[in-house]
């Protein structure tokens, strides 16, 4: 971090809900961080333009996308900048919400395949970043495996981030029911805090 410069938390928000029980986390984890000390921006995925990935790597070598007219160079080139991350997302038949897939099937670009001998080995250009997910589902814990948990672990894993928080929060289904839920508003502000704290 530059002396003088607070860190950047990026939060991108997965749920095209207005105002629904997603973006009230996010906000609340954003109000935190900025009172730990970080400057904060909220990205709501259904405000951008963000075509599919067309797979042809030409993003490779540069970091940029080449192939689509959409938004997502400029969501890169911020989150280079950037210090750490929020990923939020509803979930949408035991899946991460559509927004937040397409959005991660656009980072392509933040991966470098570098050839090692015979074999092609993925270099991060935001290994060592800091990030925290929110994860929240109108059905109550169970005991199978958490899909949205494993798709953010497995890709995260990838660009070499390292997620220093998560927030679950259950049985939210109708826009307000996670105010609600004190101990969900309580978890999303510590999480913030949490995630400023490692930022320092």
């Given at each position: 971090?530059?002396?003088?410069?607070?860190?950047?938390?990026?939060?991108?928000?997965?749920?095209?809900?207005?105002?629904?029980n997603?973006?009230?986390?996010c906000?609340?984890?954003?109000?935190?961080?900025?009172e730990f000390?970080?400057?904060?921006?909220?990205?709501?995925?259904?405000?951008?333009?963000?075509?599919?990935?067309?797979?042809?790597?030409?993003c490779s070598?540069?970091?940029i996308?080449?192939?689509?007219?959409?938004?997502?160079?400029k969501?890169?080139?911020?989150?280079k900048?950037?210090?750490?991350?929020?990923?939020?997302?509803?979930?949408?038949f035991w899946?991460?919400?559509?927004l937040?897939?397409?959005?991660?099937?656009?980072l392509l670009p933040?991966?470098?395949f570098?050839?090692?001998?015979?074999r092609?080995?993925?270099?991060?250009?935001?290994?060592?970043k800091?990030?925290a997910i929110?994860?929240?589902?109108?059905?109550?814990?169970s005991?199978?495996?958490?899909?949205?948990l494993?798709?953010?672990?497995?890709?995260?894993?990838?660009?070499?981030?390292?997620?220093?928080?998560?927030?679950?929060?259950?049985?939210a289904?109708?826009p307000?029911?996670?105010?609600?839920?004190?101990n969900?508003?309580k978890?999303?502000?510590?999480l913030?805090?949490?995630?400023a704290q490692?930022?320092?």
């Amino acid at each position: 971090m530059i002396m003088g410069r607070k860190p950047l938390l990026l939060i991108f928000q997965g749920s095209a809900r207005e105002g629904g029980n997603t973006e009230t986390l996010c906000e609340i984890s954003a109000r935190s961080a900025r009172e730990f000390g970080m400057h904060t921006e909220i990205i709501h995925l259904k405000k951008l333009k963000i075509l599919p990935c067309k797979g042809c790597f030409s993003c490779s070598g540069k970091g940029i996308c080449m192939s689509n007219k959409d938004d997502i160079n400029k969501i890169l080139a911020k989150m280079k900048k950037a210090n750490a991350f929020i990923f939020a997302t509803p979930v949408y038949f035991w899946n991460v919400s559509g927004l937040m897939k397409m959005f991660f099937d656009r980072l392509l670009p933040l991966l470098k395949f570098v050839k090692e001998g015979e074999r092609m080995r993925i270099k991060s250009r935001v290994e060592g970043k800091n990030c925290a997910i929110i994860v929240v589902q109108e059905e109550e814990r169970s005991g199978k495996i958490s899909i949205p948990l494993l798709f953010f672990k497995r890709n995260l894993e990838d660009f070499g981030l390292k997620m220093v928080g998560k927030l679950f929060v259950y049985g939210a289904l109708l826009p307000g029911d996670v105010n609600k839920n004190k101990n969900a508003i309580k978890r999303a502000y510590l999480l913030g805090r949490r995630i400023a704290q490692y930022a320092q």
